[in-house]
């Protein structure tokens, strides 16, 4: 009798620790959206590298196709006679430029852990931040002032992320190369022509309207 007590004693102490364990081996999923893109990022470098790739294009075209278009506005500004005249010229070079600056993001990224919270890519991130917001500021918002001091903000950032970036792995330094030479061009440009019209010239158009899509 007393071996029948001391066996059922142990068949319910076993089945007692087993479900003990499974509640500790089952915590509650606390996992987001943000979370599940992350981790599909680490775990397919193809998919990283095409994603990290088309960021910048992306969210520069989504901001200008939400962007007034005020085309007319800025054909009757005066631009430098050096200036690119045609957007079939500067968009094709703006998104070769972007794609490798994507790129360099990625090898950066890959290089660093696969971690986001870096220095290198905090400044990237405010390089893309600004670059973004320049079409709306500059047309959609009718500011010569305030593009070419966005202009200003946007190269001192991207060459703080070429700086960076160089750190950690050269050859995505020497990507970020031409894309900051096309923001030399374009902060040249935009303090060019705030100097030259300080004034709005809706009610009077220049002489010389060279209507510009260039940036």
Same mark, same amino acid.
């Given at each position: 009798m007393d071996d029948t007590a001391v066996l059922i004693d142990d068949i319910i102490d076993h089945y007692d620790g087993s479900s003990a364990k499974s509640k500790e081996a089952k915590p509650a999923c606390s996992c987001s959206i943000n979370d599940i893109f992350i981790s599909l990022l680490k775990d397919h470098p193809c998919l990283s590298a095409i994603a990290m790739t088309m960021i910048p294009n992306f969210g520069f075209f989504l901001i200008v196709d939400l962007t007034e278009d005020n085309g007319r506005w800025y054909s009757m500004l005066e631009h430098p006679s050096w200036g690119v005249t045609t957007g079939e010229i500067y968009f094709p070079l703006l998104l070769t430029v972007n794609f490798l600056q994507g790129y360099a993001a990625f090898l950066v990224w890959e290089e660093g852990g696969k971690r986001w919270d870096t220095l290198p890519l905090a400044f990237?991130?405010?390089?893309?931040? !600004? =670059?973004?917001?320049?079409?709306?500021? !500059? =047309?959609?918002?009718?500011?010569?002032?305030?593009g070419a001091v966005d202009m200003c903000l946007t190269i001192s950032a991207a060459a703080a992320t070429t700086y960076f970036f160089y750190r950690e792995n050269e050859s995505a330094g020497f990507l970020m190369i031409p894309y900051v030479l096309l923001l030399f061009y374009d902060t040249m440009r935009d303090i060019w022509m705030y100097s030259k019209n300080s004034r709005p010239k809706e009610s009077k158009p220049s002489e010389k309207t060279n209507p510009s899509s260039g940036g």
């Amino acid at each position: 009798m007393d071996d029948t007590a001391v066996l059922i004693d142990d068949i319910i102490d076993h089945y007692d620790g087993s479900s003990a364990k499974s509640k500790e081996a089952k915590p509650a999923c606390s996992c987001s959206i943000n979370d599940i893109f992350i981790s599909l990022l680490k775990d397919h470098p193809c998919l990283s590298a095409i994603a990290m790739t088309m960021i910048p294009n992306f969210g520069f075209f989504l901001i200008v196709d939400l962007t007034e278009d005020n085309g007319r506005w800025y054909s009757m500004l005066e631009h430098p006679s050096w200036g690119v005249t045609t957007g079939e010229i500067y968009f094709p070079l703006l998104l070769t430029v972007n794609f490798l600056q994507g790129y360099a993001a990625f090898l950066v990224w890959e290089e660093g852990g696969k971690r986001w919270d870096t220095l290198p890519l905090a400044f990237y991130g405010a390089n893309l931040f !600004f =670059l973004w917001i320049h079409f709306p500021i !500059f =047309l959609g918002f009718r500011s010569l002032k305030w593009g070419a001091v966005d202009m200003c903000l946007t190269i001192s950032a991207a060459a703080a992320t070429t700086y960076f970036f160089y750190r950690e792995n050269e050859s995505a330094g020497f990507l970020m190369i031409p894309y900051v030479l096309l923001l030399f061009y374009d902060t040249m440009r935009d303090i060019w022509m705030y100097s030259k019209n300080s004034r709005p010239k809706e009610s009077k158009p220049s002489e010389k309207t060279n209507p510009s899509s260039g940036g």
